[in-house]
């Protein structure tokens, strides 16, 4: 069964940010794009370097790690540009007032 817990405040995620947060003992990134939130691991696969540390890009939906580049998908989690080649997970978000819900169940 499906099952989101409170996992930020949305205040804490402006427009163009990222967030690393933890949730139910997972690393989570939260990112805002245009205020639309989504979640996604704070696990980059290709070494296991935390994406929050990387950059978002907006126009792309993508976030790019700081040690060696690669790039994902923040909407599909698929690997879009080397040195990594497997996804990463992602997960439903929800936003209900200022809380940022997520579901790292599935
Ligand atoms: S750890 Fe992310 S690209 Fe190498």
């Known amino acids: 069964m499906a099952t989101s817990v409170a996992a930020a405040k949305l205040s804490d995620v402006p427009e163009g940010e990222v967030l690393g947060v933890e949730v139910e003992g997972k690393r989570v990134c939260l990112a805002n794009v245009e205020g639309e939130i989504y979640a996604f691991a704070d696990n980059c696969s290709h070494r296991e370097f935390p994406l929050s540390n990387g950059e978002l890009d907006v126009d792309d939906c993508t976030i790019t790690c700081e040690w060696h580049g690669a790039i ?29 819900y997520v579901d790292v169940s599935a």
């Open 72 to 100: 994902f998908d923040i909407r599909t989690g698929a690997a879009r540009g080397l040195p990594a080649t497997r996804p990463i997970a992602v997960y439903p978000a929800r936003v209900e007032g200022d809380e940022i």
